[in-house]
Nanobody, 116 residues
Framework: QVQLVESGGGLVQPGGSLRLSCAASGVAVRRDAMGWHRRLAGNKLEYLASVVGNDSSTNYGYVARGRFTLSRDNAKNTVNLLLNALHPQDTGVYLC?????????WGQGTQVTVST
């Protein structure tokens, strides 16, 4: 059974940074498709970044390109997302997602709030 647990969210001032982590079980982050999305106000779901298989190339959505960086820690079986240059519009719930044999699994998410 796949389980994803996000952590690292919190309150940060505009311009600040956060490092989110997704601890995975039941999938291997070095091999399986892993990614991050976020849910904003109004229940809008946005794609942020993903990485697939042994190919180390990472894809980024428009909102993440240039500010967010996805990385994997194969030893810990975690997928991380570094958020830089945050602004209030980045406030939302950040969700980890895996795809294994065509089945999607989502974590519960971690809240990120950007505010003074």
């Amino acid at each position: 059974q796949v389980q994803l647990v996000e952590s690292g969210g919190g309150l940060v001032q505009p311009g600040g940074s956060l490092r989110l982590s997704c601890a995975a079980s039941g999938v291997a982050v070095r091999r399986d498709a892993m990614g991050w999305h976020r849910r904003l106000a109004g229940n809008k779901l946005e794609y942020l970044a993903s990485v697939v298989g042994n190919d180390s190339s990472t894809n980024y959505g428009y909102v993440a390109r240039g500010r967010f960086t996805l990385s994997r820690d194969n030893a810990k079986n975690t997928v991380n997302l570094l958020l830089n240059a945050l602004h209030p519009q980045d406030t939302g719930v950040y969700l980890c997602k895996s795809v294994l044999r065509g089945q999607e699994c989502w974590g519960q998410g971690t809240q990120v709030t950007v505010s003074t």
